[in-house]
């Protein structure tokens, strides 16, 4: 069979030094464990803190996103509105053109009458 032979195989008395091996390597692998878990506990913490860091982030980008579409819609006009206000400019156009319109033909006779230095 095989050469090699461990003590406690073929001598099945338990010494002392079999005793505090095993219980040396237990506390061993119990401090592995401990060490692991602690290790395992504290990267669990760091991702949870980056995940509250991320959330924070995002919420503060979404509320200034949101207060940029508020801000747009305030100051953004209808279809309806922009369609008004070029009819509007379309008549003011036509009576500046025509001479009819009168705030216009006033401000530009007060021009005038300013040049030639009567006012």
Same mark, same amino acid.
């Given at each position: 069979?095989?050469? &090699?032979? @461990?003590?406690?195989?073929? %001598?099945?008395?338990?010494?002392?030094?079999?005793?505090?091996? @095993?219980?040396?390597? &237990?506390?061993?692998?119990?401090? $592995? *464990?401990? /060490? +692991? !878990?602690?290790?395992?506990? *504290? $990267? =669990? #913490? +760091?991702?949870?803190?980056? *995940?509250?860091?991320?959330?924070?982030?995002?919420?503060?980008?979404? %509320?200034?996103?949101?207060?940029?579409?508020?801000?747009?819609? %305030? /100051?953004?006009?209808?279809?309806? $509105? =922009?369609?008004?206000?070029?009819? &509007?400019? /379309? !008549?003011?156009?036509?009576?500046?053109?025509?001479?009819?319109?009168?705030? #216009?033909?006033?401000?530009? =006779?007060?021009?005038? @009458?300013? /040049? $030639?230095? =009567?006012?």
């Amino acid at each position: 069979m095989s050469e &090699f032979k @461990l003590p406690h195989v073929e %001598d099945l008395r338990i010494d002392a030094t079999l005793i505090r091996g @095993l219980q040396e390597d &237990f506390k061993a692998i119990e401090q $592995e *464990d401990h /060490n +692991d !878990d602690q290790a395992l506990s *504290d $990267e =669990v #913490t +760091d991702r949870k803190k980056g *995940d509250d860091a991320e959330k924070s982030a995002r919420q503060s980008a979404d %509320d200034g996103l949101e207060k940029r579409i508020k801000k747009l819609e %305030d /100051n953004s006009a209808t279809h309806d $509105e =922009v369609t008004e206000a070029r009819e &509007f400019m /379309n !008549d003011k156009a036509e009576r500046v053109v025509l001479g009819t319109d009168l705030s #216009t033909v006033k401000r530009a =006779v007060e021009m005038i @009458l300013k /040049n $030639e230095g =009567v006012i």
